[in-house]
């Protein structure tokens, strides 16, 4: 059932409050009386402990009228409708109640009929504006995602996004892989409440299907430190969910680093077995070395070493990739540090995927004491290619019936969280650190439908419910469901239900 959105009365007299919460039919047009107020100075008072979607207000009383809480309403309650109630002799005052932001007004006596019609017109009102935040919203965590995985800038201008001075990148993701989409949904959630109402200036990101990243910002890093205290208070750190916080950032032009920097301290809390919240700035000498190939070469190392079709290339790309590295001006220390990340974060990746039986943790951290204890080059070389090998013989005799289910599983819940974005099996080949022709294939093999089927069964579920279910205009439904040419979605959702959108809504109104 639809949330109905509350409503809060304000009259001197008592039985104007009590006769319209009795006698108007709230709920039958998704409204509920929320509470009554005798005076400007109660009603405030509720407001500030309960915020509330409609206020019912007297323009006439005592001490402070009606006008005097419109103007506390207009600074400090934006978002709350008020509805001006006047006796005939206070049109005039109650016409400069309207202009002054009053949604409406109705005269004393009050006809209930006349209350419950313009009910309705609100709950119209209400839905169309939460509709309009929600694809704004959207729209906008589009767009910081994409700046945030460095596909483009934050036009934080045309979007009307406060830009905050100082702040922090937040990653989490949770443990439980087993979790149904329901439960994770709920779980996430509350994760955006729970930080969005401590720090209301908070921007959280459905970044990932089992995970968030969110924009937090703070003056300094002692209040960065705060927040996150009562996070580990909060959240059940050793069982539900896995931290991992950047540094201190300036501004949206650092958003891609705090993105990289949050995963990269989230990838290392999982292979580390370590509890609670890992700083970037505490780790930051393993990521010290700007060198693009060694990132390039963890993607691509995760994706041969998942893909049985590759694996046999993992060895010979590792150790042609580190041979270009001893060849840059690297010490023996500057070469250890880059192979602790390079395993580290590989390790990160593959703990995701549950190997039943597979002890990546101590096994990683044999290699690391041998990396640490080499006294060349190629030793070093040798412990992480024994590594990769290790690696490589574990996925080969693991279940991948198993593996395969688990990875698809994941994709499609973040196909059906972000099927509104521009996807490409590129782009989720990219997001899930596969190679995009083993996606394609494992998808095919695990699902029974390639990726582009998948997507658009999902988007045009979407686009029969919003046909059904709302007056949207096809053109904004089409956009909603990820679509940029109104002409090919009409002609996609045709061939995948035998009409146009237009005679789907107007089959489905005749039969209602």
């Not at 001197?12 to 039958?28: H, N, P, S, T």
């Not at 939460?130 to 729209?139: E, P, W």
């Not at 596909?151 to 443990?175: C, F, S």
């Not at 220390?333 to 593959?350: K, M, P, S, V």
Request: hydrophobic content about 40%.
């Amino acid at each position: 059932m639809t949330e109905a959105y509350e409503v809060l009365i304000v009259d001197d007299e008592e039985i104007v409050c009590r006769g319209l919460a009795q006698f108007v039919k709230w709920e039958a047009h998704g409204f509920q009386v929320a509470g009554t107020a005798y005076s400007v100075d109660e009603a405030l008072g509720f407001l500030e402990r309960h915020p509330v979607d409609v206020v019912f207000l007297d323009i006439r009383m005592p001490k402070k009228t009606g006008l005097d809480m419109l103007k506390v309403m207009h600074s400090e309650y934006p978002d709350t409708k008020a509805v001006i109630l006047s006796g005939f002799s206070e049109f005039s005052y109650a016409q400069e109640a309207v202009r002054y932001g009053a949604a409406d007004y109705l005269t004393k006596p009050v006809n209930l009929k006349e209350v419950e019609g313009l009910l309705d017109r609100l709950r119209e009102d209400f839905a169309k504006r939460r509709q309009d935040n929600a694809v704004k919203s959207s729209r906008v965590e589009g767009l910081l995602l994409s700046a945030a995985r460095g596909y483009g800038e934050v036009k934080a201008e045309d979007y009307g996004i406060a830009v905050p001075k100082q702040w922090y990148g937040l990653a989490v993701r949770l443990l439980d892989r087993e979790l149904s989409e329901q439960e994770i949904g709920e779980k996430k959630e509350w994760f955006r409440q729970m930080t969005e109402g401590v720090v209301p200036e908070a921007i959280v990101l459905n970044n990932e299907a089992y995970g968030l990243f969110a924009v937090i910002p703070c003056r300094g890093e002692e209040e960065a430190e705060y927040f996150i205290e009562i996070l580990e208070q909060s959240v059940d750190m050793k069982r539900e969910w896995a931290c991992g916080v950047s540094k201190i950032k300036h501004g949206f032009g650092e958003l891609r680093d705090a993105y990289q920097e949050a995963g990269q301290a989230l990838r290392y809390h999982r292979a580390s077995k370590k509890e609670g919240v890992i700083w970037y700035q505490n780790i930051e000498a393993l990521f010290s070395q700007s060198i693009p190939e060694v990132t390039d070469l963890i993607t691509q190392l995760y994706g041969r070493i998942t893909g049985p079709e590759e694996r046999s290339e993992a060895v010979p790309q590792l150790m042609e990739a580190l041979e270009r590295l001893e060849k840059k001006p690297l010490t023996l220390a500057q070469l250890q540090t880059l192979c602790i990340r390079c395993l580290i974060e590989l390790n990160g990746l593959l703990q995701g995927l549950k190997l039943q039986d597979v002890d990546l943790h101590g096994q990683l951290n044999q290699t690391l004491e041998k990396i640490l204890l080499s006294s060349d080059m190629n030793s070093v070389a040798g412990c992480v290619g024994d590594y990769v090998n290790w690696l490589i013989g574990q996925m080969g005799a693991s279940d991948e019936q198993q593996l395969g289910k688990g990875v698809i599983r994941e994709m499609q819940l973040y196909i059906r969280k972000h099927y509104q974005e521009n996807l490409s099996l590129n782009a989720l080949a990219e997001q899930f650190f596969l190679h995009p022709n083993y996606l394609s294939r494992l998808f095919k093999e695990k699902t029974g439908k390639n990726f582009v089927e998948y997507l658009t069964e999902v988007r045009m579920e979407k686009v029969m419910e919003l046909l059904d279910g709302t007056e949207d205009k096809i053109a904004d439904i089409c956009a909603m469901a990820g679509y940029d040419n109104p002409r090919y979605f009409s002609k996609v959702f045709k061939q995948y239900t035998g009409m146009t959108p237009s005679e789907y809504r107007e089959r489905n109104e005749g039969k209602g």
